[in-house]
C-alpha cells in the first residue's frame, strides 16, 4: 500500500485529519510539545491501581489528570507518553461488555483497560478527529477486577470527560439474493487489492454496483509493518434514466458513505457524505447525465477497530438477483 503520507499529498488532505479522509492507513500524529505538569494540591480520582477509584457500570465522571503522576503507558499504537494517568477500578458482578467513551475531554487522551494481573485488555488512543479516545465492546469477565487508565498522547494532560456504559451491539441481516461485495477476509497483514480504489497500490481498482440490494463488508487489520488500518471500497455506478442514483444505507458499525470526483487518483475528493450505523440509516441522491458514471466510496468513519462488520446498500440500479422489486419495495426492507 502507499504510505498515507504520500496518499495524503496525491489526494490534498490535511494529515491529521480523520474526518472525511479517503486514505486506508492512520495518519501519523504530529509532533508535538506540552507543558511540565505542575502538581496539584487536591487530585480527584486514583493515581495508580493502589488507589484506584471504585465504579460501577454504568458510570459517568468528569476530571483532571493535571498534577498526577505518569505511571502507566501502552502503546496503542503511539506509546513514549509522559503523561500523568488517573485510575478506576470496577469487578463485575456478571459477564458484560462495555463502550468507554471520552467524547468531550479537552486533550489527546489516551485509554486502556487492564485485568487484575495487568494483562492489557483493550487500548485507544484516537477515535475522534480531534484526538479524543474511545473503546466499543471490550469483554469483562464477571468475578474479574479490571482497571480503567485515562492517559494522554505525549505530555499532554488536562480535562477529561468519561463515560462507560453497557455495549448495545447491532446485527443487520444480509437481503437472500443481495448482491455480494466478495471482500477477502481482512486479516492482519492483508493488502486491499479487491476494491481498494485509488487508496491502495491495485490500480485504482473499483468495484461495480448494479443491483438494488448490495452487501459489503468492512472492518480493520494491521498492516505488515504494524500500521493501524481500515478497510476502504470505492465502487462505481452508472446514472439511471431518471438521472438521479438513489441509496439507502446502514451498517453495523459508524460508516461513511462517499460521492467522490473529479473522477481522477491525483486529485479525487468527497462532493457529499453521509454517516450510516451502527444500525442507523442514512440516504443520499446523487444527480448525473443518464449512463454517466459515479465514483462512490464506504469506509470506517475512524481507523481504530479491530475486526470486521457488515453494510447494505439498497439502490434503484438494477434489480435482486432472485426477484424484481420497486424502489419503494427495496426501501422498505429497512423498515
Known amino acids: 500500500m502507499?504510505?498515507?503520507?504520500?496518499?495524503?499529498?496525491?489526494?490534498?488532505?490535511a494529515l491529521p485529519t480523520v474526518a472525511l479522509d479517503l486514505g486506508s492507513i492512520r495518519a501519523p500524529k504530529p509532533s508535538a510539545t506540552y507543558p511540565q505538569n505542575v502538581p496539584a494540591p487536591q487530585r480527584n480520582g486514583g493515581d495508580t491501581i493502589a488507589d484506584a477509584v471504585v465504579v460501577?457500570?454504568?458510570?459517568?465522571?468528569?476530571?483532571?489528570?493535571?498534577?498526577?503522576?505518569?505511571?502507566y503507558?501502552?502503546?496503542?499504537?503511539?506509546?513514549?507518553?509522559?503523561?500523568?494517568?488517573?485510575?478506576?477500578?470496577?469487578?463485575?458482578?456478571?459477564?458484560?461488555?462495555?463502550?468507554?467513551?471520552?467524547?468531550?475531554?479537552t486533550y489527546d487522551t489516551k485509554i486502556y483497560v487492564y485485568?487484575?494481573?495487568?494483562?492489557?485488555?483493550?487500548?485507544n488512543d484516537d477515535f475522534y478527529p480531534d484526538y479524543v479516545s474511545r473503546l466499543e465492546d471490550?469483554?469483562?469477565?464477571?468475578?474479574?477486577?479490571?482497571?480503567?487508565?485515562?492517559?494522554?498522547?505525549?505530555?499532554?494532560?488536562?480535562?477529561?470527560v468519561i463515560d462507560v456504559s453497557h455495549y448495545e451491539g447491532c446485527a443487520l441481516l444480509c437481503p437472500a439474493g443481495a448482491a455480494?461485495?466478495?471482500?477477502?477476509?481482512?486479516?492482519?497483514?492483508?493488502?486491499?487489492?479487491h476494491n481498494g480504489g485509488c487508496a491502495s497500490e491495485s490500480g485504482g481498482v473499483m468495484q461495480p454496483i448494479d443491483a438494488n440490494v448490495f452487501c459489503g463488508v468492512s472492518g480493520w487489520?494491521?498492516?505488515?509493518?504494524?500500521?493501524?488500518?481500515?478497510?476502504?471500497?470505492?465502487?462505481?455506478?452508472?446514472?439511471?434514466?431518471?438521472?438521479?442514483?438513489?441509496?439507502?444505507?446502514?451498517?453495523?458499525?459508524?460508516?461513511?458513505?462517499?460521492?467522490?470526483?473529479?473522477?481522477?487518483?491525483?486529485?479525487?475528493?468527497?462532493?457529499?457524505?453521509?454517516?450510516?450505523?451502527?444500525?442507523?440509516?442514512?440516504?443520499m441522491e446523487i444527480a448525473g447525465a443518464p449512463g454517466s458514471t459515479v465514483w462512490f466510496w464506504v469506509g470506517p468513519t475512524v481507523f481504530d477497530g479491530s475486526g470486521e462488520y457488515d453494510y447494505v446498500l439498497l439502490t434503484n440500479l438494477g434489480v435482486v438477483a432472485t426477484e424484481s422489486h420497486s424502489w419503494t419495495d427495496v426501501k422498505s426492507i429497512f423498515r
Open 221 to 283: 487489520y494491521l498492516t505488515n509493518d504494524g500500521a493501524q488500518a481500515r478497510d476502504t471500497d470505492w465502487f462505481t455506478m452508472i446514472v439511471p434514466a431518471s438521472g438521479v442514483i438513489e441509496i439507502v444505507g446502514d451498517a453495523e458499525k459508524a460508516t461513511y458513505l462517499f460521492e467522490l470526483g473529479p473522477q481522477d487518483c491525483n486529485s479525487v475528493g468527497v462532493i457529499q457524505n453521509v454517516q450510516v450505523g451502527p444500525c442507523t440509516e442514512g440516504t
Open 2 to 13: 502507499r504510505s498515507l503520507v504520500t496518499l495524503a499529498l496525491i489526494l490534498g488532505l
Open 56 to 71: 460501577s457500570v454504568p458510570f459517568a465522571d468528569t476530571g483532571s489528570t493535571v498534577g498526577f503522576n505518569d505511571d
Open 115 to 123: 485485568d487484575a494481573g495487568l494483562t492489557l485488555v483493550a487500548c
Open 138 to 160: 471490550v469483554p469483562l469477565m464477571a468475578g474479574v477486577q479490571y482497571y480503567i487508565v485515562v492517559d494522554g498522547y505525549g505530555g499532554a494532560a488536562g480535562d477529561f
Open 180 to 193: 455480494l461485495e466478495g471482500e477477502p477476509p481482512l486479516v492482519d497483514g492483508y493488502v486491499d487489492t
Open 73 to 105: 503507558d501502552e502503546a496503542c499504537p503511539y506509546t513514549l507518553s509522559t503523561s500523568p494517568d488517573v485510575v478506576y477500578t470496577l469487578i463485575p458482578t456478571a459477564d458484560d461488555a462495555v463502550t468507554i467513551d471520552m467524547f468531550g475531554s
